[in-house]
């Protein structure tokens, strides 16, 4: 009988360069995971479907719910009738596809579908570094520079999503010559500190020492997004991940860049710039873990609505 069949969630964090796949316990033990290499949509998602199939198949188990956090750009207002579909993403064939669409059709549960950095956010409030917190921020600064904001009432800027990297940011006096790289307003927030930015003016950044300029005027520019994030949301804890970030000493340099900007307004203490600005605890696994959080709450709350 189907009821007696053990209820499993899955979650997929949906990459641009990888899928990760995960099969997990209702409370979010993860029991299998597979790493897909993104190809063309209709090979990728077939191989992301094989796995669940197979994976249940061989638990004699079902799936209640998936949740996906996906690589963007990407509609996540559930009233969409473009819900879950992907725009206009430099990514070879994928602009267009129905991503969620696709795995409700191939496994016939419903699917939750969020941005990859509400999903990060997702995992690291559930078991990560904004842990059991109502109010936190996840930037992700690398190629690009994204932002989810999660308040007492869910996600902020529904029935889209936030769109901090493009903020316009003052000009660190060392750094009026370069022209920024966003297409559409040049030196905006990710126009002059994403990843793509920093390659622009310096080349790789893994080979710029940590005591070079460069970081500073990094350090700048996220430090204005950190205090646009406090003045406009009052979020307990900005967590900044992405690769942009794995340089050694920037997280302090941040800080100490927060803390000038802010001046004493709203008496941030050193321990509590500390407290507030930090780096995400879950690393690579935290899109994956987001997906499966966003597949359990989903359960949970339609378990709750049926009664
Ligand atoms: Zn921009």
């Known amino acids: 009988m189907t009821s007696e069949r053990p209820l499993l969630v899955g979650g997929i964090d949906a990459g641009g360069t990888t899928f990760k796949c995960a099969l997990a ?8 995971t597979v790493r897909v290499p993104v190809t063309t949509p209709d090979e990728t998602i077939a191989a992301c479907l094989d796995f669940f199939r197979w994976e249940l198949d061989a638990r004699s188990a079902r799936l209640g ?35 969620s ?19 990060a956010l997702a995992g690291e409030i559930e078991l990560g570094a904004a842990k059991g917190l109502r109010t936190a921020a996840y930037i992700t600064i690398g190629t690009g520079i994204g932002a ?10 529904r029935p889209a999503h936030p769109e901090l990297g493009h903020i316009r940011v003052e000009r660190h006096p060392e750094d009026t010559a ?16 994403s990843g793509t930015a920093l390659i622009a003016r310096h080349g790789d950044p893994a080979l710029l020492a940590p005591e070079d300029a460069a ?33 050694a000493g920037l997280v ?46 989903a359960l949970a709350q339609a378990a709750e609505a049926a009664g």
């Open 101 to 119: 669409g696709r795995f409700f059709a191939g496994l016939g549960v419903p699917v939750v579908l969020d941005t990859d950095v509400n999903g």
């Open 178 to 193: 370069f022209a920024g790289t966003c297409r559409f307003h040049g030196g905006c927030l990710e126009g002059l500190a």
């Open 252 to 297: 302090p340099k941040v800080r100490a860049a927060f803390a000038e900007l802010m001046n004493g307004y709203l008496g941030f203490s050193d321990a509590e710039i500390e407290s507030l600005i930090q780096r995400p605890a879950l690393g690579d696994n935290a899109g994956l873990i987001g997906a499966v959080t966003l597949a359990r709450h």
């Open 148 to 157: 989810g904001v999660h308040g007492p009432g869910g996600y902020l800027g």
């Open 215 to 247: 970081w500073d005027i990094e350090a700048f520019y996220i430090a204005q997004a950190c205090a646009a994030l406090v003045l406009a949301a009052r979020p307990e804890r900005i967590l900044l991940g992405g690769g942009v970030m794995q340089a």
């Open 25 to 32: 316990e209702p409370g979010g033990r993860l029991l299998e």
């Open 65 to 99: 719910m998936l949740g996906i956090a996906s690589f963007g750009p990407i509609d996540v207002d559930p009233a969409s009738p473009d819900y879950g579909t992907l725009g206009a993403t430099p990514k070879p064939g994928w602009c267009g596809t129905r991503i």
